[in-house]
T-cell receptor, first 111, second 117 residues
Framework: AQTVTQSQPEMSVQEAETVTLSCTYD???????LFWYKQPPSRQMILVIR??????QNATENRFSVNFQKAAKSFSLKISDSQLGDAAMYFC????????FGKGTHLIIQP | EAEVAQSPRYKITEKSQAVAFWCDPI?????LYWYRQILGQGPELLVQ????????DSQLPKDRFSAERLKGVDSTLKIQPAELGDSAMYLC???????????????FGPGTRLTVT
């Protein structure tokens, strides 16, 4: 079974600084997807960024980018120029047939 | 902007009672998912529908949980009888397609927070 590990239960960053959230996964599949989801307090979960495993180029969405290391099974999320609205739970998810989520990282933005 | 609707948002019930949650996906989305999210953990898939058919219910505790999507649109998740360990957030998500590519992006509803006393 696939597993997703987020080793940072909580991270704190100053507004306007950069923060990196870590994620590792375990799989024997060669073709799959990886995702980062954001869950703000009392609001619905939304997709932040996706990465197809067959693509070597790291995905980027505005201030959000990933560092995908397929051999190391690592998929970290970098948030640049952190904003107060980035405060949320962030979940890393692995997808082949369905989605398997990690336990999440609580991101705190210090003003 | 179209959203996934869920009701109720909060539900408190006593153990051994029956409880039901409702989900209305985004119009045109053929695939519907129910997840359970225990406090402090990530969501866990309970059941996946493609139109009105169940695609995956391998993690659904079938002795007490049931799910249906009779007309391939909205869906109901039922627990009977509820147990203390069922306290969690129940999330519904929908997508255009059941794959994980661009067509399969999942849109989540706000969830139903269940407390069993």
């Amino acid at each position: 079974a696939q597993t997703v590990t987020q080793s940072q239960p909580e991270m704190s960053v100053q507004e306007a600084e950069t923060v990196t959230l870590s994620c590792t996964y375990d799989t024997s599949e060669s073709d799959y997807y990886l995702f980062w989801y954001k869950q703000p307090p009392s609001r619905q979960m939304i997709l932040v960024i996706r990465q197809e495993a067959y693509k070597q180029q790291n995905a980027t969405e505005n201030r959000f980018s990933v560092n995908f290391q397929k051999a190391a099974k690592s998929f970290s999320l970098k948030i640049s120029d952190s904003q107060l609205g980035d405060a949320a739970m962030y979940f890393c998810a692995y997808g082949a047939d369905g989605l398997t989520f990690g336990k999440g990282t609580h991101l705190i933005i210090q003003p | 902007e179209a959203e996934v609707a869920q009701s109720p948002r909060y539900k408190i019930t006593e153990k051994s009672q029956a409880v039901a949650f409702w989900c209305d996906p985004i119009s045109g989305h053929a695939t519907l998912y129910w997840y359970r999210q225990i406090l402090g953990q990530g969501p866990e898939l309970l059941v996946q529908f493609q139109d009105e058919s169940v695609v995956d219910d391998s993690q659904l505790p079938k002795d007490r949980f049931s799910a249906e999507r009779l007309k391939g649109v909205d869906s109901t998740l039922k627990i009977q009888p509820a147990e203390l360990g069922d306290s969690a957030m129940y999330l519904c998500a929908s997508s255009l397609a059941g794959d994980l590519g661009a067509q399969g992006e999942q849109y989540f509803g706000p969830g139903t927070r269940l407390t069993v006393t």
